[in-house]
T-cell receptor, first 111, second 113 residues
Framework: ETGVTQTPRHLVMGMTNKKSLKCEQH?????MYWYKQSAKKPLELMFV???????ENNSVPSRFSPECPNSSHLFLHLHTLQPEDSALYLC??????????FGSGTQLSVL | AQSVTQPDIHITVSEGASLELRCNYS??????LFWYVQSPGQGLQLLLK??????LVQGIKGFEAEFKRSQSSFNLRKPSVHWSDAAEYFC???????????FGKGTRLHILP
């Protein structure tokens, strides 16, 4: 148990659906991250938030929309996804970018 | 820009045997180096990290890693593996406290009984 909780654990959605992934941490960390993990590819950093402000967006398509309402919660809103977006989406938090605490991830399947 | 290479996609060792997982990095200055482990259906967990000082770093679960600047390597070792060590292992590099962490593609470790 890392202290980072992600829901749901599994999600199946059609290409026209809208869904949201949720991440929550009560570790007092300032930074939160979204990573995408696809088979046979390195972990891809998608977004970084520091003190609720987005500090990094790695050219992620606009069909992925992050939201960080406070330093404990991070959302990833999904709409009109493509089958190639199927992956494990991992949330992480960090007190100082020296160590990442990962959630268990949301396994997303886009049909 | 920094990068990480894990040359072995899969490694199979017998239980009780020693283990070494390879990691090479590319970065101009002294990097921050990490090893993470991911069990099936789980997120990543930090095994150990190197920032400075002693080049041999001890981590959790009996793992250690050695930073070799001349070889740009940060290989992970364990003297005797257990069946529970079967997982995927990721090497990662960062340029500093305010820089993002870049992950390798991972090495999947299989343990033979």
């Amino acid at each position: 148990e890392t202290g980072v909780t992600q829901t749901p654990r599994h999600l199946v959605m059609g290409m026209t659906n809208k869904k949201s992934l949720k991440c929550e941490q009560h570790l007092g960390h300032n930074a939160m991250y979204w990573y995408k993990q696809s088979a046979k590819k390195p972990l891809e950093l998608m977004f970084v938030y520091n003190f609720k402000e987005q500090t990094e967006n790695n050219s992620v398509p606009s069909r992925f929309s992050p939201e960080c309402p406070n330093s404990s919660h991070l959302f990833l809103h999904l709409h009109t996804l493509q089958p190639e977006d199927s992956a494990l989406y991992l949330c992480a938090s960090s007190p100082n970018n020296e160590k990442l605490f990962f959630g268990s991830g949301t396994q997303l399947s886009v049909l | 820009a920094q990068s990480v290479t894990q040359p072995d996609i899969h490694i199979t060792v017998s239980e009780g045997a020693s283990l070494e997982l390879r990691c090479n990095y590319s970065y101009g200055a002294t990097p921050y180096l990490f090893w993470y482990v991911q069990s099936p259906g789980q997120g990543l967990q930090l095994l150990l990290k190197y920032f400075s000082g002693d080049t041999l770093v001890q981590g959790i679960k009996g793992f250690e890693a050695e930073f070799k600047r001349s070889q740009s390597s940060f290989n992970l070792r364990k003297p005797s593996v257990h069946w529970s060590d079967a997982a995927e292992y990721f090497c990662a590099v960062g340029a500093g406290r305010d820089d993002k962490i870049i992950f390798g593609k991972g090495t999947r470790l299989h343990i033979l009984p």
